[in-house]
């Protein structure tokens, strides 16, 4: 019997292990590595909680080493893809009545698999196939996942307290429904985080998902789906469906029944889907929730006044982490000339330290990108900046993709503020550095403002704090995660919301209660306990 409030507490953010020599997970994340490098597996497609293979399958491979398969995976056709609407649909009545401390519990459950006996599986599962070393692994698939796991039953508690005011007499009442059908989910490959949080996070909520995975995560994804499994998710409630996004286009966004649509990915791709939205939008049951981040060209801005040595720090992290495939990678800078004779010595005498290889060797900061598509359209920026007047690679621009898709940390200085790699977004490890007079500081913060369509991340060094305020203010729209004095990525569940707005997507924060809320639809009641039964008012007495 339901005769209690119950309450989750503010949870903390997962620790991040240090994988030291000799430490127990390093030990185990090693021999993790090692057995899924030997062992192939076939990733199923998951529908109504049960397994289906199709002779049509993708290849999962090691983007450091691309002769190596890690296994292959079924691809879902339409008949898959309308079989998990089905599913979708016929699990969503018992899901959505399901007592919400219930739900919350299995996903709490599900973080502690994440960073308890499952923790080296996915962290290996990562790495290898999506080419990250131990650390960024572990911030991704282990902390930021088991956050977003812990954090948003939270934050779902904290919207269902929230209820209206009652005047005498009355009881009035907000019940927090799912969506009127089923969310789509489309996940991208440079966080296996995202990938199980735009999944989860309408599912904590009573909706139920179609997850289609991106094809160069699905092996990570799979794991992430498995444990939701372990954990005690109902069949139907996430349907697991790697796809062609032709045809999860074709099928799943243009069904009356999609409700919501959670997606992390390019912004064209984003436009196109609001656009079939919208060419469609008489046929849906209900409008649907279109919840969307998208590309960046993040910047950091640095003053006269800022610390070389942090600045240098950022700069590098912040733009070739993960080989600066994440949406938050700075790919811009501008540098005052008073700085950047320093400054450029100090890129130079860092970045030449830099290792890029094999996740295996965890000497290696950096290593590959993600296929063969992402590394071709990198070398087109760099041949263009090669066969350009206004710009000029000053470190790096190797290439080398006979083994790994390769790419050195790279380093463009643009003479002009707009020049193509200056404004585009490329998402590999470039940055493109634009040196402005100390005299033309507020006429570059507009340049800054104005020169992408995008606003996701970006951050600015000063240590004066008056310039820290000009150009916060500058600046109030360029980014909807905005750093002073710290590289513009890294953002923590239950620190920093994610999301950006204007080409970067609708800023609905991931990781936030806004989020959570948008795949809620409100149903207000309201009880009146002695109804009245006069029909006229007092008004009408004429004495």
């Known amino acids: 019997m339901n005769n209690a409030y119950f309450q989750i507490k503010v949870p903390e953010n997962e620790p991040i ?56 995976y079924s691809i879902a056709g339409e008949k898959e893809l309308l079989m998990a609407i089905e599913a979708a649909e016929a699990a969503k009545v018992e899901w959505e009545n399901m007592p919400w401390e219930h739900r919350a519990t299995i996903f709490l459950k599900a973080a502690d698999l994440l960073t308890g006996k499952y923790r080296a599986k996915l962290s290996a599962s990562c790495m290898l196939g999506q080419s990250k070393n131990l650390f960024q692994a572990e911030i991704d698939v282990i902390c930021e996942l088991a956050d977003f796991l812990r954090f948003n039953p939270y934050y779902v508690q904290e919207i269902y307290k929230q209820q209206p005011n009652n005047s005498a007499g009355v009881w009035n009442r907000v019940e927090y429904r799912a969506l009127d059908g089923f969310v789509a989910a489309i996940t991208p490959f440079n966080f296996t985080a995202i990938g199980g949080n735009l999944a989860t996070a309408p599912a904590m909520v009573g909706n139920t998902v ?143 330290k830099i290792k890029v290889g094999d996740v295996r060797d965890f000497s290696n900061l950096m290593n590959a990108v993600i296929d063969q598509n992402s590394f071709k359209n990198i070398q087109s920026y760099l041949d263009y900046v090669k066969a350009s007047e206004d710009g000029e690679i000053i470190i790096g621009g190797g290439t080398e993709d006979k083994v790994g898709y390769f790419v050195e940390p790279t380093v463009i200085l643009a003479k002009t503020p707009t020049f193509k790699t200056m404004v585009e977004e490329i998402f590999g490890p470039v940055l493109t550095v634009y040196v402005y007079p100390n005299d033309k500081f507020e006429e570059t913060l507009e340049l800054c403002d104005t020169s992408t369509v995008y606003g996701l991340t970006g951050s600015i060094f000063a240590q004066d704090r008056a310039a820290i305020v000009k150009m916060s203010q500058a600046l109030d729209h360029a980014a909807g995660n905005f750093y002073i004095n710290d590289k513009p990525t890294g953002a923590v569940v239950g620190q920093q919301p994610f999301g950006g707005s204007r080409g970067s997507g609708t800023n609905d924060k991931a990781g936030s209660a806004v989020n959570l809320s948008r795949w809620m639809s409100q149903r207000t009641i309201k009880e009146t306990l002695v109804p009245r039964t006069e029909v006229s008012y007092p008004y009408m007495v004429e004495k």
């Open 210 to 352: 179609l997850w289609k995975p991106s094809s160069t995560a699905v092996l990570s994804n799979y794991y992430v789906m498995q444990i939701l499994m372990e954990a005690g998710l109902p069949a139907g409630v996430i349907n697991f469906v790697p796809c062609r996004g032709v045809d999860f286009g074709k099928v799943v966004i243009n069904h009356p029944k999609m409700a919501g649509f959670h997606f992390t990915g390019s912004t064209s791709v984003f436009n196109g889907i609001w656009k079939q939205v919208g060419d469609n939008i008489s046929n849906y049951v209900t409008y649907p929730r279109l919840v969307g981040e998208t590309g960046g060209k993040d910047f950091i801005f640095a003053h006269e006044s800022a610390d070389i040595e942090a600045l240098t720090c950022s700069i590098i992290l912040g733009a070739f982490e993960y080989q600066g495939q994440k949406c938050s990678a700075a790919s811009r800078a501008y540098v005052p000339e008073s700085l950047w004779g320093q400054l450029k010595v100090r890129l130079e005498e860092e970045i030449a």
């Open 17 to 72: 292990k240090s994988y030291l020599p000799g430490s127990p997970e390093r030990l185990a994340l090693k021999a993790e590595l090692d057995r899924q490098t030997a062992n192939p597996i076939e990733v199923p497609i998951i529908v109504g909680g049960k397994e289906y293979r199709t002779e049509h399958k993708g290849k999962m491979i090691c983007p450091h080493d691309h002769q190596t398969v890690l296994g292959e």
